[in-house]
């Protein structure tokens, strides 16, 4: 070594190695730091987006509850049907990506193997349908309309099917027991929107992607408790999804059943006599449109007197709840919510709303009452009433000369109830009201409940309307522009009106008094209002928020929650005066207006009471109202453009109540043909297993055998391997018919 | 112990036995660097037990046998350990008369990547298949070539006494030695390698003492080379995503972004003292691609934490700090260049790949020395660690 010359270090080149040492030991400091940046200082963050990294969740989607009848009949459950899904996260383990297993499944379901192969893939911008666009890790449905035999074989072969299940699913199905559709009152359901899931993302109760949502009736109103709980399971994957462990596992929780005050035996006859009645009402000529009726829509209620609960509910037009399963069809759509569809989603009974006409007239009997005249009277029943040479007619310019009240309730006399609100509106102050006005006909009125929801328990009920002084002006200040563009004096007899109502229109005028003492002008009511005030009359007094729930069932049947009826007020009047108006309907359905309707009924056994009513509506045909009443029972009928009250709706009615009480039509009781003779109290017998009994429902009209070939009750079929799964709504209603063994006619109620 | 007085018999004479010979105090063992032996050993002993963490379950790609790649990054640091002690044994003086030889050697291979012979892997251009599982990466070797026929012209004159710096002459013919194989790898293209490479052709130069002007002009050089690439899309869009997205993971979140992302949730999740080895979700999950290779580092981070990972950055930093004593300490300065240009590589290699897995520099297949599974990379290093001792056994007593 030592024959190498020593060189010496030049300076230049120590401080130069210096200068390197201090740049690889910062280099190696910046590391240090930036490590120290991400481990310690932001760990925690960058843990928690690595937990979340490698979690997938797949979604068993729950059962959703059943919507029963009073006695148990399923009036919306869930069909069973096979439905055979492969795994993709089993499929990519296969060397060929589980081509072959699907190609052999396409052999036993009878399909191509393009179709199956393409019914895996997954979305994308790419691929056309058919594509799977659902989570990756969720099974994809291949078919649900797998033969029991197919399900078996592809199960009994499980080691030749990997990744494949064929396995029941229920799908939602609306049994329309005996035909009884029931279609407003269930409602629908529809896939959950984006907004929804976005909106119930970080709540006690997150919507899933599949879900289904209830949007109107009581599939809406009870959705949380007939909804159950997804289960969840949380598996832990890799960074191509495959599974490398199981996390967390939450299994799915059947939603609730709800028991409704609803008997599909009645809810059957009250859709059929409505259809008849407003089939027969277009049948007549109305002479003052020189037309026959149009009956374009109806409504009826049947509701328990004494407690509010609703046993039958229909309105006319309807539909078949069923095109909303499995998504509906655009078709479908427009016929049920289009323009000349009539619009059958509605439901009228709470929906629909018109001037009530003479059943309105226990309101102003009640407010004359309270404003201190007396029952008994007497009161000229006059044929007419001018108020300053406006002339105003009783009906059909008939005259009973003095009468009391409760004569002129029976008789439906106008003028009567004319000159009462007259003469009050005159002592209120007339055009210009005292401050401390009393406005007993109003007050009455809002007593009654009207104006306001009943608060039934089915969604977007509307209030109706009380003309009241201070409706008066709000509508006026909303609509003055347009009437005083409009209106010319002298112009049109509706320019005139504009002209009229422009000037005054915020002013409640002797006309308006008069005309809303008899259930006209702009008053509005809905049959759930008027049911509700009559059953009050009924029951003595007491207004009860209508309800169709009447209990709700844990799918395990171990819990029962009762929906107990609730009271919104007492009707404003003494027990005398309810006594006095109560046998004044019973009159009308004796001797009165109704009478023609119940002959040879058993009045001695069955007290009816009842009211009609004729509103006529500008434009329009006249509306048919009939509001009666036993001590049980509270029926109440309107058909638009129908006709009279007791000429369109009152043969429905009677057989209505013919049939909640075995009535035959010489007055025969029958008990045992008696459908309901008694509301029903108790709920439906809940088996040990959960399940709930339900009995049969016998077609009706019994006659007509034809009409009810596809009722509800078809043996269980033996060989389904659906019935290795238990339901718990398995009952003799079950139905396991295939979709498409449907027969294709409309279960439609109006053609 | 064989030799029983060993110790008692420390002195000089022919007599000593072959141990106490050992470690006498100008012994080989005596003179042998002892913290960079240590530390290289330690460092391919975590890089064998991250590995096997990152590729345990890729049936894939280790034929079904967990302990594949285990058993190959150990049989590679044996071969590497060997090579050292070739290179030690052989000396970095002697191998200075065969430079010429292994600089025309790895010219040969690194063209003949560009033959069909050469292969693609990872995107890079790199490879040359021998067969039998077996590929080689030139690039590798060729760092070392460049390293040693660089410092051979630049010090011959300087070592011989008859300048104080190497002249512009020398310098040029140095630079053109090294851009024939700088250019020929870019071809490839195999920019992380030419990336190094340019690194060490810096550290050199800084390290012979030519002029000023070289350093600054190579550096502008550098810059100006680099905005000509750009600029002239000499790259494949893929290079430059690569190069933005470290930065930006946005840019390009289903490729090279996820990486980078995926690496940092990697590395962030591991905490203080990380998930422990073979725990990780993420190293489990494979979510972080090429983990055994050029992304080793996010398994050290994720299951071993910052206790973990901070060790490999401690024992790399005694690797560069001993390599920086040895390149001052020694007097003669062909052994200073050739340190420097090791230094420059390690430094540079180290920071950019540890640097990519923590996002602050843009993502390159680059290994990390050692540590990262690779033969080439492996016995490259290990020679490297060969020239640094012998660099320090061979270096004058007197200084």
């Not at chain 1, 009443?629 to 109540?657: E, H, L």
């Not at chain 2, 913290?35 to 379950?57: D, M």
Request: proline share 5%.
């Amino acid at each position: 070594m030592t024959n190498i010359p020593e060189t010496g270090r030049t300076p230049r080149v120590q401080i130069r190695l210096v200068v390197i040492q201090i740049l690889v030991l910062s280099l190696l400091g910046t590391l240090g730091g930036r490590l120290w940046y991400l481990q310690i200082r932001n760990g925690d963050e960058y843990a928690k987006e690595a937990s979340g990294n490698h979690v997938q969740q797949v979604v068993s989607p729950a059962v959703r509850g059943s919507i029963l009848d009073a006695r148990g009949v399923p009036i919306a459950d869930n069909e069973t049907r096979l439905v055979v899904s492969a795994s993709r996260t089993d499929l990519l383990k296969m060397k060929d990506d589980g081509d072959a297993v699907l190609t052999k499944l396409a052999r036993v379901l009878g399909l191509k193997a393009k179709d199956v192969l393409d019914k895996v893939r997954l979305c994308d911008s790419k691929t056309p349908q058919p594509c799977w666009n659902g989570s990756p890790y969720q099974p994809i449905p291949i078919t649900d309309e797998a033969t029991a035999k197919q399900a078996l074989q592809i199960r009994e072969r499980a080691e030749d099917f990997p990744g494949i299940t064929a396995e029941p699913m229920a799908v939602r199905r609306y049994a329309a027991p005996g035909e009884a559709n029931t279609a407003q009152v269930l409602g629908y359901l529809s896939p959950v929107t984006d907004e929804e899931i976005t909106k119930a993302k970080d709540t006690a109760s997150p919507y899933l992607r599949s879900d289904q949502v209830g949007r109107s009736g009581l599939e809406r109103e009870y959705d949380k408790e007939l909804r159950g709980k997804a289960g969840v399971t949380r598996y832990e994957v890799d960074n191509l999804g495959r599974v490398i462990g199981q996390a967390k596992s939450d299994e799915a929780q059947p939603g609730a059943n709800v028991v409704t005050s609803i008997d599909s035996r009645v809810q059957r006859v009250a859709e059929y006599e409505l259809n008849e009645a407003m089939k027969d009402a277009r049948d007549v000529f109305d002479d003052n449109t020189g037309e026959n009726y149009k009956a374009d829509s109806g409504a009826v209620v049947v509701m328990e007197a004494k407690t509010g609960r609703v046993v039958a509910m229909a309105s006319n037009p309807s539909y078949d709840p069923n095109a909303w399963v499995g998504g509906i069809s655009g078709k479908d759509y427009t016929k049920l919510t289009g323009k000349g569809s009539n619009y059958p989603l509605l439901n009228r009974a709470i929906q629909g709303q018109s001037a009530p006409g003479s059943v309105f007239k226990v309101i102003p009997t009640a407010a004359a009452v309270n404003a201190g005249y007396s029952f008994n009277g007497p009161y000229e029943c006059s044929s007419s009433y001018s108020i300053g040479g406006q002339v105003f007619n009783n009906f059909e310019s008939k005259g009973y000369g003095p009468i009391s009240l409760g004569r002129a309730l029976e008789v439906s006399c106008d003028t009567v109830f004319y000159r009462l609100s007259h003469e009050e509106w005159k002592r209120d102050g007339g055009t210009k009201p005292k401050k401390n006005a009393k406005d007993w006909f109003y007050k009455t009125a809002h007593q009654f409940g009207l104006g306001k929801e009943t608060g039934i328990d089915l969604p977007n009920e509307v209030a109706g309307r009380v003309p009241d002084r201070q409706w008066k002006q709000d509508y006026w200040k909303a609509n003055k522009d347009a009437w005083c563009k409009y209106g010319k004096k002298g112009g049109s007899y509706a320019q005139q009106i504009a002209y009229e109502n422009c000037l005054e229109g915020n002013r409640m005028r002797a006309g308006d008094s008069v005309n809303y003492s008899i259930g006209q002008g702009d008053t509005l009511v809905t049959p759930i209002q008027m049911a509700t005030i009559y059953s009050a009359i009924s029951n003595g007094g007491t207004l009860y928020d209508p309800t169709v729930g009447k209990a709700i069932i844990s799918p395990d049947g171990k819990t029962v929650q009762e929906i107990k009826p609730k009271s919104h007020g007492k009707l404003p009047m003494t027990r005398k005066t309810r006594d006095e108006i109560d046998g004044a309907l019973a009159g009308v359905a004796t001797r009165g207006t109704a009478a023609w309707r119940f002959g040879g009924w058993p009045q001695d056994k069955i007290p009816m009471h009842a009211k009609t009513g004729t509103a006529e509506v500008y434009g329009k045909q006249t509306t048919s109202w009939f509001t009666t009443y036993t001590k049980d029972y509270s029926v109440v009928m309107t058909i638009s453009q129908g006709g009279t009250g007791s000429g369109a709706s009152g043969p429905a009615v009677r057989n209505i109540y013919n049939a909640l009480y075995g009535v035959s039509e010489d007055g025969a009781i029958d008990k045992k043909k008696a459908l309901l003779y008694d509301p029903q109290k108790n709920l439906p017998k809940i088996e040990k297993d959960g399940s709930i009994d339900s009995p049969k429902v016998e077609k009706y009209p019994a006659k007509k055998e034809q009409a009810s070939e596809e009722g509800g009750q078809q043996p269980v079929n033996g060989d389904d391997p659906a019935a290795t799964v238990p339901d718990p709504n398995a009952g003799n209603n079950r139905d396991t018919r295939r979709r498409s063994a449907r027969p294709k006619k409309r279960r439609r109620t109006l053609t | 112990m064989t030799g029983s007085n060993g110790f008692s018999v420390s002195g000089y004479g022919p007599e000593r036995s072959s141990l106490s010979r050992l470690f006498a105090r100008d012994s080989l063992a005596r003179r042998l660097d002892w913290p960079i032996l240590f530390s290289a050993i330690a460092l391919s002993l975590i890089g064998a037990a991250l590995v096997y963490s990152a590729t345990r379950n890729r049936t894939e790609l280790n034929q079904g046998d967990p302990y594949y790649f285990l058993f190959r990054h150990l049989l590679n640091t044996g071969i590497g350990f060997a090579l050292m002690i070739g290179t030690v044994w052989l000396g970095h003086r002697t191998l200075r008369t065969a430079v010429p030889i292994l600089y025309g050697l790895s010219v040969f291979l690194i063209l003949l990547v560009l033959t069909p012979l050469g292969a693609t892997i990872n995107g890079a251009h790199a490879w040359i298949v021998i067969g039998g599982g077996f590929s080689l990466q030139p690039s590798e070797f060729v760092k070392i070539t460049i390293i040693l026929g660089m410092a051979m012209l630049l010090a011959a004159r300087v070592d011989a006494g008859d300048k104080p710096y190497p002249d512009h002459r020398t310098v040029l013919q140095a630079l053109g030695l090294a851009a024939v194989p700088i250019l020929i790898v870019l071809l490839m293209p195999d920019l992380g390698s030419v990336m190094v490479m340019v690194i060490v052709v810096l550290g050199v130069l800084l390290a012979s003492g030519a002029s000023n002007r070289w350093v600054f002009g190579l550096i502008g050089a550098g810059a100006l080379g680099a905005i000509a690439v750009w600029q002239l899309k000499i790259l494949d869009e893929y290079q430059i995503n690569r190069f933005a997205a470290f930065a930006n993971p946005e840019l390009d979140p289903a490729g090279v972004g996820y990486n980078t992302n995926q690496a940092r949730i990697a590395i962030g999740s591991g905490g203080l003292f990380g998930t422990g080895l073979g725990k990780g979700s993420q190293t489990t999950g494979q979510f972080v691609p090429e983990q055994q290779t050029d992304f080793v580092f996010t398994v050290a981070g994720e299951e071993l934490g910052f206790v973990g990972a901070g060790l490999i950055l401690v024992l790399l930093g005694i690797v560069l700090w001993r390599a920086c004593r040895i390149a001052r300490e020694t007097t003669e300065l062909y052994g200073t260049i050739v340190a420097a240009g090791i230094i420059a590589w390690f430094a540079f290699q180290s920071f950019e790949n540890v640097g990519m897995t923590l996002g602050i520099m843009p993502v390159a297949g680059l290994p990390l020395p050692f540590v990262s599974y690779g033969g080439s990379s492996m016995f490259a290093v290990w020679v490297a660690v060969g020239l640094l001792q012998s660099i320090r056994v061979q270096r004058p007593m007197s200084a």
